[in-house]
């Protein structure tokens, strides 16, 4: 049994390069531990609510834009509904109220208006990061090229060579003269890193533009919506996912990866099966894969990334409201609760790393768009605060389990000041630390951008896509362009695209892996029509541990969406 290619983890980037790959006639087979794709860009089901686990606001959703592209060429534009929000966000200080509005025109005026002294760094402000976009999706992939236009690059790319000099804090400090103006454009800080002096000012100019050009946008029904496509782009196209498995080994011979042992992540009384390969797409993070290697390539790759330092987490309260959250006061999608006290840009860090109880935070009200994600008459939102894994080491469970309430009645308290009545329309919460997302998605320290996008760690000097092994590639938020949604499916779609011109394919056969773990229906059953009981056959060799549960998929099933969309689940 040999496929062209094996894809470990089902994450946006996994999914993407294997939906390309699949739709140019290659033999994939896609790997994911968990008992669902996505990663990041999952959904997961409490009672009357659809909780969206890390969507908050996509970039880049534009005309000609090359996620839109993406979709579109993979045949999901019409399965994926991107809700615009109305403004990027709105920000409550001890100064005042401001609305970061979207659209360079309404941001330059918004902020000219409140700062008039400022007025032309606002402007020059939207010049450099709607040319940071516009001149990046220019800029030659090839080395060589690269190499050979390095002396034109001030006069063919000013706004990149400009941006390439600076983090986010030096730029601003640098043309703008208003300690204020700089904390309400920084208001959204948290949604690339926590300090804006080793924010990359090329990463945070590259996103914002992708904000400011056509708007955040929403995923109508949640991220999985967008998982769920692509997986469904793949396994059209003759492309096998299999979940609930992880690859164990990565089997190199003579400098060249040939195959991955592969093991189930539930059931560990199940044999290891090896399948060969011509090729692999590393969809996890770097600092995983040496675990998965033989020598010498683990240490090469430990060597490689020992600088790398990771992005931040968040601390997450998810929010299923019993009411619109309007009435309490609650304006805006986007909710910025900057700390008091705040009174120039270089409190920004401290506050993220400071007391729990005075860290900046953002309220996510989902309720502003069509978000699917609530039935009539009731809301979602999210409680989101910069955190770090350092936070919750060396607790035992009683006691992590207690820090976590204790921090999460901390921001509660503090949400109800500043929205009063809010507190009392909280149907359901749940709280995630940086040791959840770890958890989950096996990204060390919960880093949900991957490595941080400093200067010294983004752009040319990000990750690439294929340097250690000739045919094992790399394609994750943790590698150029770098970390978010959009730039993880741009990942992926880069990296297959690249495997497509490579000389790296050999003849497959036409063996299928074959799914042990599929077995046949063999009753169903309505209650009283208020349920369906369903009955099926025992997996060979299955022995049933008390406090066992089973998480099923249909295959095929007739219908595949329910009457009602929000049935509470038994």
């Not at 549960?549 to 007739?558: D, E, F, Q, R, Y």
Request: aromatic share 10%; proline share 5%; hydrophobic share 35%.
């Amino acid at each position: 049994m040999k496929y062209d290619t094996i894809i470990i983890g089902g994450g946006l980037a996994g999914l993407t390069a294997g939906a390309t790959l699949s739709k140019s006639g290659k033999k994939v087979l896609l790997l994911e531990r968990h008992h669902k794709p996505g990663g990041c860009a999952t959904t997961f089901k409490r009672g009357d609510f659809i909780v969206e686990v890390g969507l908050h606001e996509f970039s880049g959703i534009m005309e000609n834009g090359t996620v839109p592209l993406i979709l579109d060429i993979l045949g999901i534009s019409e399965e994926v509904d991107f809700q615009q929000i109305p403004e990027f966000y709105g920000i409550y200080s001890d100064r005042s109220q401001f609305v970061v509005p979207h659209g360079y025109d309404n941001l330059i005026k918004a902020l000219s208006d409140k700062y008039p002294e400022d007025a032309k760094a606002f402007r020059r402000f939207a010049k450099l990061v709607d040319g940071i976009r516009k001149e990046g999706v220019r800029l030659p992939a090839s080395p060589l090229k690269l190499k050979l236009i390095y002396p034109l690059m001030p006069l063919m790319f000013p706004s990149l060579v400009e941006a390439s000099k600076h983090t986010l804090g030096s730029w601003l400090d640098k043309h703008i003269t208003n300690e204020n103006a700089k904390l309400d454009l920084l208001g959204h800080i948290s949604w690339w890193s926590d300090d804006p002096y080793k924010l990359s000012m090329f990463y945070f100019g590259l996103v914002f533009s992708g904000y400011m050009e056509n708007g955040a946008h929403f995923i109508k029904g949640g991220s999985q919506t967008l998982s769920d496509a692509l997986a469904g782009s793949m396994e059209k196209h003759g492309g096998t996912i299999l979940l609930g498995k992880q690859a164990e080994k990565i089997i190199t011979r003579n400098g060249k990866v040939t195959g991955v042992t592969l093991r189930d992540s539930f059931n560990k009384s199940l044999d290891p099966v090896t399948i060969s390969c011509d090729n692999i797409v590393a969809n996890l993070a770097p600092p995983l894969v040496p675990a998965l290697l033989d020598e010498p390539h683990a240490n090469a790759l430990k060597q490689k990334i020992s600088s790398y330092t990771r992005s931040i987490s968040f601390f997450c309260i998810y929010l299923g409201f019993n009411t619109d959250v309007t009435k309490y006061g609650v304006k805006y999608y986007s909710n910025v609760i900057e700390a008091e006290g705040l009174k120039s840009l270089k409190d920004v860090y401290p506050n993220l790393k400071g007391d729990w109880s005075k860290r900046s935070f953002v309220l996510i009200d989902y309720g502003k768009v069509d978000a699917g994600l609530a039935p009539a008459g009731k809301s979602e939102g999210v409680v989101l605060a910069v955190d770090y894994i350092e936070d919750w080491e060396n607790l035992n469970e009683e006691e992590y389990k207690a820090k976590k309430e204790e921090v999460a009645q901390m921001f509660l308290e503090r949400i109800e000041k500043q929205f009063p009545g809010i507190r009392d329309a909280i149907e359901y919460y749940e709280v995630g630390t940086s040791k959840t997302i770890q958890k989950y998605t096996s990204n060390p320290g919960g880093s949900v951008f991957g490595y941080a996008p400093t200067k010294e760690q983004s752009g040319l000097n990000r990750l690439r896509d294929n340097f250690l092994i000739p045919n094992l590639y790399f394609a994750s938020a943790w590698t150029f362009p770098g970390g978010g949604f959009e730039a993880s499916i741009i990942a992926g779609f880069m990296v297959a695209s690249k495997m497509n011109t490579d000389k790296i394919w050999s003849e497959r056969d036409a063996e299928e892996y074959r799914d042990a773990r599929i077995v046949k229906l063999t009753g169903r059953k309505e209650n009283a029509g208020s349920s369906i009981e369903l009955s099926f056959e025992k997996p060979k060799g299955f022995k049933h541990e008390k406090g066992q549960h089973a998480i099923l998929t249909l295959m095929n099933p007739k219908v595949t969406k329910l009457d009602l969309p929000y049935r509470r689940l038994s």
